[in-house]
């Protein structure tokens, strides 16, 4: 069978068929003046979660935002699976979002993970297609860039933290188009349709997501969007999670696992978002992850 190359920008033209609603002033206008209700930590790390009327569908949003000059933001890697706020309880931190995508039947990650030289997980040829970004936390500073065949070698060659995901969502405020890929590419995910996140149809339907992001100011937003949840909260195609990411204000941003994996942590209130895993809308679905970011107050 031939090898059709699919490029983002042009099925971005398939999104009413499959679901999708084109962003508008409005929604642009309804994300500027939410209502968020707060919550803020001991060092300043503030947590938001509103109810919204977004692209024409209920989205119940969470955040968390700190000052990357004031916490360290690290990241975790379980020697097995467990629950992001484990490894966030386990590593001390303050806040935490789950990380990059696994294999759930081994355990061990499926794209690319360095940590301190050493690496945890290499990038599959299923999970190809989607792993176009990288956050480093070298030096107690957090950077998101652009991983592809070319970038890779001279990021793992510059820093000894890295942990690999995508699709990368904003690159210097602009809206990234997700990556081309081939058919053959995809081949460990083809059993999977698109109501799952993890294949290429996945982009384009609405599920739960989360995702990291940088502002000028050197602000870091760790965010998840509920999804799955019939009128209460319907979840993100990518194309509209960029869309949110460069309307909070980011520069660069990268998605995460998403799906059940999805999650939200703090140290106060514990759980903040509503993950799927146990198909109840409550705090108490958290699956059980490979790794985790996470963030520590300076001291």
């Known amino acids: 069978m031939k090898h059709i190359k699919l490029i983002f920008s042009t099925v ?6 499959l679901g999708g609603k084109a962003q508008t002033q409005q929604d642009s206008l309804t994300i500027a003046h939410a209502q968020w209700e707060t919550d803020t930590l001991a060092h300043g790390a503030v947590c938001l979660s509103a109810n919204l009327q977004l692209f024409d569908s209920p989205q119940q949003i969470a955040i968390i935002k700190y000052d990357a000059r004031k916490y360290k933001t690290r990241i975790v890697q379980a020697p097995h699976i467990a629950m992001t706020s484990d490894l966030a309880r386990k590593s001390g931190a303050e806040v935490a979002v789950n990380g990059g995508y ?13 940590l301190e030289g050493k690496v945890y997980g290499e990038t599959t040829q299923a999970d190809a297609f989607r792993t176009t970004g990288a956050i480093t936390t070298d030096h107690n500073r957090i950077e998101i860039h ?17 942990l690999t995901a995508g699709p990368l969502l904003l ?12 058919t053959n590419n995809t081949q460990g995910a083809k059993g999977g ?3 799952s996140s993890d294949v290429p149809q996945g982009f384009y339907k609405r599920h739960p997501r989360a995702f990291i992001g940088i502002t000028k100011d050197h602000q870091v937003m760790m965010v998840v969007v509920d999804g799955r949840f019939k009128g209460k909260a319907a979840g993100m195609s990518i194309d509209e999670l960029s869309y949110l990411a ?5 520069t660069d941003a ?21 993950p799927y895993d146990n198909k109840k809308f ?16 300076n001291r």
């Open 146 to 162: 652009p991983f592809d065949s070319i970038s890779a070698k001279k990021l793992k060659k510059r820093y000894k933290n890295i």
């Open 193 to 195: 349709n698109s109501f």
């Open 12 to 17: 971005l033209l398939l999104l009413f068929a």
């Open 102 to 114: 696994f294999n759930v039947k081994t355990g061990l990650p499926s794209t690319f993970v360095q």
């Open 282 to 297: 409550d705090h108490e679905g958290e699956r059980e992850v490979v790794n985790a970011i996470v963030a520590l107050p």
């Open 246 to 250: 460069q309307q909070l204000g980011m």
């Open 254 to 274: 990268l998605n995460l696992d998403g799906g059940g994996s999805a999650t939200l942590w703090n140290n106060h209130t514990g759980i903040i978002n509503h």
């Open 171 to 182: 690159k210097d405020g602009v809206r990234q188009m997700a990556p081309t890929f081939e």
